[in-house]
């Protein structure tokens, strides 16, 4: 069985969906918000302790970083 995180066009989305959330600063927090948003329908709460999927957590968060990366060695 397939899991989210082999959605290579979801993760790209998320992914992409993340920068919207807070930019640069903290793409841990922003990675985990896009990724519940997806998961529960809605952002967390302040105190929102309902568990998401990990591997698409951190499929997500690698694919921001990769892309981050190849848009910072980019001179466009």
Same mark, same amino acid.
């Given at each position: 069985?397939?899991?989210?995180?082999?959605?290579? +066009?979801?993760?790209?989305?998320? +992914?992409?969906?993340?920068?919207?959330? *807070? *930019?640069?600063?903290?793409?841990?927090?922003?990675?985990?918000?896009?990724?519940?948003?997806?998961?529960? *329908?809605?952002?967390?709460?302040?105190?929102?302790? $309902?568990?998401?999927?990990?591997?698409?957590?951190? +499929?997500?968060?690698? $694919?921001?970083?990769?892309?981050?990366?190849?848009?910072?060695?980019?001179?466009?």
């Amino acid at each position: 069985m397939s899991s989210p995180a082999d959605d290579q +066009a979801l993760v790209a989305d998320l +992914a992409r969906a993340s920068l919207s959330l *807070g *930019g640069a600063g903290e793409p841990e927090r922003d990675c985990w918000r896009v990724v519940h948003r997806h998961v529960h *329908g809605m952002l967390p709460s302040e105190y929102d302790i $309902r568990e998401i999927d990990e591997d698409l957590f951190l +499929a997500v968060l690698a $694919r921001r970083k990769a892309d981050s990366a190849a848009a910072a060695d980019d001179p466009a």
